[in-house]
C-alpha cells in the first residue's frame, strides 16, 4: 500500500508529493474530498471535504458516501508510510456516525502518533498481526462536529501475511483452479 516512488524522493518533497498524488489520483479525486496538507514527518494529513454540487444528497447536505470515502483510506496509508515495506495494510472496517448535516465544506485531521506506531510494531513482532482502531471526526470551519469516523486497520508483516494466505489456498475445499 504504501507508494514506492516515495523511496526515489528526497525526504524534504515526500508530502508535497504525498498531498499532490492523493488530489490527482481518480478514485480518490472523485471523492470530492481533497488533502490540504501531509506533514513533513508523515504522521499528519488534513482532509477537506467540499460542499459542492458533486458532493451533496438531494436535501442539499454531504452525501453520506462522499463523507466515508473521503476519509477511508488516510489512516491506512499513514500507518504504511510509517512501518515501512515489510508489512501490508489493509483497511478492514469502519463506522461513521452522523451528528448533523453537513451544510458546509468539512476537514478532518488525521494523526498517527509515535505511540501508535510503537504499539502496532510490538505487536508484530509478538504475533505476527495486530488491528487497530483510530477515530476522527469531520468538522466545519467553526469546529463544530458533524461526522464522527471510526477506521479498523488490519496490519501484518509480509511473511505472517504470505503464509497465512498459504494456508488458506491448502486448505481442504480450496484447491487452485
Given at each position: 500500500m504504501r507508494p514506492k516512488i516515495l523511496d526515489r524522493i528526497p525526504p524534504?518533497?515526500?508530502?508535497?508529493?504525498?498531498?499532490?498524488g492523493f488530489n490527482l489520483y481518480p478514485s480518490y479525486r472523485a471523492t470530492g474530498?481533497?488533502?490540504?496538507?501531509?506533514?513533513?514527518?508523515?504522521?499528519?494529513?488534513?482532509?477537506?471535504?467540499?460542499?459542492?454540487?458533486?458532493?451533496v444528497?438531494?436535501?442539499?447536505?454531504?452525501f453520506g458516501g462522499a463523507l466515508y470515502a473521503a476519509a477511508d483510506p488516510m489512516f491506512a496509508m499513514l500507518?504504511?508510510?510509517?512501518?515501512?515495506?515489510?508489512?501490508?495494510?489493509?483497511d478492514k472496517s469502519g463506522q461513521i456516525r452522523?451528528?448533523?448535516?453537513?451544510?458546509?465544506?468539512?476537514?478532518?485531521?488525521?494523526?498517527?502518533?509515535?505511540?501508535?506506531?510503537e504499539a502496532v510494531r510490538r505487536a508484530l513482532r509478538e504475533g505476527g498481526e495486530t488491528e487497530r482502531?483510530?477515530?476522527?471526526?469531520?468538522?466545519?470551519?467553526?469546529?463544530e462536529t458533524h461526522v464522527e469516523l471510526e477506521k479498523t486497520v488490519y496490519i501484518a508483516t509480509k511473511a505472517y501475511y504470505k503464509?497465512?494466505?498459504?494456508?488458506?489456498?491448502?486448505?481442504?475445499?480450496?484447491?487452485?483452479?
Open positions: 524534504r518533497f515526500r508530502a508535497a508529493l504525498l498531498r499532490i474530498g481533497r488533502v490540504i496538507h501531509v506533514s513533513r514527518d508523515l504522521r499528519t494529513i488534513r482532509v477537506m471535504l467540499r460542499h459542492s454540487w458533486r458532493t444528497n438531494p436535501a442539499g447536505a454531504l500507518l504504511a508510510l510509517q512501518l515501512g515495506d515489510d508489512v501490508v495494510v489493509w452522523y451528528r448533523r448535516p453537513g451544510r458546509s465544506h468539512l476537514f478532518a485531521d488525521f494523526h498517527v502518533t509515535d505511540e501508535d506506531v482502531t483510530f477515530c476522527v471526526e469531520l468538522k466545519d470551519r467553526h469546529g503464509a497465512k494466505i498459504e494456508r488458506r489456498d491448502a486448505a481442504p475445499g480450496n484447491a487452485a483452479r
